[in-house]
């Protein structure tokens, strides 16, 4: 009986092979990972831009109904207008940053026209954006006058004929690194002078 020389992996062949099965697997892995992160900031990306968009629509609805401009700050802008279009009266409405997130309160009118009045207590609240970077430094609100020039910091209340707003924004996840940021001019159609 002859006996079979059986043939086997030397220990140097199996180190190299399953070197050579690691780097692929680690090339792999990584290549799972940066895809799953690509789709979560481009995901993150997605729902701030719809977020600042509806912020957008948001505000200029607002603002093209405004009958009164009651405060004008960087960071903050009261008026009295309409929140919703079969609203009978004007709403005390204030859009202000408060702990990072873009909010916006609307107080309802009570009593009867004109004397209408506005009781804080009857607030009701909403964020608009959960985080913003706007600061003092880098304004949410800009102002601008009949001849669209720019208003410098106090506003006279009584010039702002368009308002600018500039939100940046990053999303509640933390996948964004840089805010991303959107503009537009309202107009405020009740101020107009060349009517």
């Known amino acids: 009986m002859r006996l079979r020389k059986q043939k086997a992996f030397s220990l140097v062949e199996m180190i190299i092979a399953i ?3 690691a780097l692929f697997g680690g090339l ?3 290549n799972i990972i940066q895809t799953y992160r690509n789709h979560q900031i481009a995901e993150a990306q997605s729902i701030t831009q719809r977020d600042l968009n509806l912020m957008i629509d948001r505000v200029s609805r607002v603002l093209r109904s405004t009958t009164l401009i009651l405060e004008t700050t960087e960071t903050g802008l009261k008026v009295r207008g309409y929140p919703k ?3 009978p009266a004007p709403s005390e409405i204030y859009f202000y940053i408060e702990n990072s997130a873009l909010k916006y309160s609307v107080i309802p009118p009570t009593g009867t026209a004109p004397n209408y009045t506005y009781d804080p207590n009857d607030a009701q609240y909403f964020t608009l954006l959960p985080k913003v970077t706007n600061s003092v430094a880098n304004p949410l609100w800009r102002y601008y006058d009949e001849n669209s020039d720019l208003l410098a910091f106090p506003v006279n ?4 004929r368009i308002v600018e707003t500039l939100p ?7 996948a964004l ?3 991303i940021g959107i503009s537009t001019k309202i107009a405020l159609r009740n101020f107009k002078t060349n009517l």
Not at 157 to 160: E, L, R, T
Not at 168 to 174: I, K, P, R, V
């Open 19 to 21: 070197s050579i099965i």
């Open 28 to 30: 792999v892995a990584t």
């Open 85 to 87: 279009v079969n609203d």
């Open 157 to 160: 209340k009584a010039d702002v």
């Open 168 to 174: 940046f924004a990053l999303d509640s996840g933390n």
């Open 177 to 179: 690194s840089a805010p």
